[in-house]
């Protein structure tokens, strides 16, 4: 008899943040022709195969809210002025009351996230895994993080330093997508 499959993971969008370098929060930006970045996470999230999809808020919550489709919720990030560990920790700790086996982290500011670099890591999806998407060998999003490390993860992030200290002291499994977009989060209007 064959295992019985997993779960889709949950999507994660890191949007709590004040945006200091880009003169505001990212969670407020838009497109040119108007679309909410956050509709874009939520949107590249759930086309690469992400189950429940969860959106991280802080700085400007009130008016970042309604911009939050109505297919994903809202993570109140009370603490968000401490850095981005605030978002992750508010996320996976969230995430952990649901079933999900492992979460794929994509922060707010990767509006021309592929859906495709998100479902090579939406395979890799066990409780125990741990995968980082790669571009031409660099570091980027999104970041697929099994059920089994958000404890460790949640304790090991400080102030502005998310999972990259965590993901390479456990030798995550990078997953080179520079064949499907640049890779590039956005700092600057």
Known sequence: ?????????????????????????KALARTPAGTPWIALAVRALRAGGCGEILVALGAS???AAPLVPSDATVVPVPDWASGVSASLRASLAHAASGTSPAAIVLPVDT???????????????????LAQAVYDGSPGHPVLIGRAHWGAVSAAVRGDIGARPYLIAQNAEL????????????DER
């Open 61 to 63: 919550l009130e008016e």
């Open 175 to 186: 997953v080179e997508c520079g064949d499907l977009w640049s890779g590039r989060d956005r």
């Open 111 to 129: 509006p021309d996230a592929a859906p495709a670099a998100i479902a090579r890591l939406v395979r890799r999806a066990q409780p125990d895994a």
């Open 1 to 25: 008899m064959p295992a019985a499959a997993l779960e889709p993971p949950c999507g994660v969008v890191l949007a709590a943040g004040a945006g200091r370098r880009f003169g505001g929060p």
